[in-house]
């Protein structure tokens, strides 16, 4: 299952003010915000321990993550990744930064986007 998803904009702040604007009435609320990315969530819990939500960024390609139910399958995915010929980009591991349960691992598949996968506990 799809975690979540990132796009990529040119103007950040504009369309952070559109998608805050939109999805108001649906309940999003921003989760997480720095100079690069804003990520949007309503707060409801569809993955064990994370929610799903939607992302916008500074142009680079886009960026899908795939759900884990637990480190184990986080760690699966990027071995098998790493021998089937992806890049490296973030061994697993905790990211504290996007929350205390983050456990994620980063690569670069063969057509050279970013993917993802994560386990919220």
Known sequence: ???????????LEKTKKFYSSILKPLGYKIKFENEY???FSDNISSAPGG?????????????????ARNHKQVKEFYEIGMKMGAKDD??????????ENYYACYLIDLEGYPIECVCHN
């Open 37 to 39: 990315i804003v990520s």
């Open 1 to 11: 299952m799809i975690n979540h998803i990132d796009i990529r904009v040119i103007d």
């Open 51 to 67: 929610d799903i939500y939607f992302s916008i960024g500074k142009p680079t390609k886009y960026h899908f993550a795939f759900q």
């Open 90 to 99: 973030g061994e697993p591991g905790y990211r504290p930064y996007y929350h």
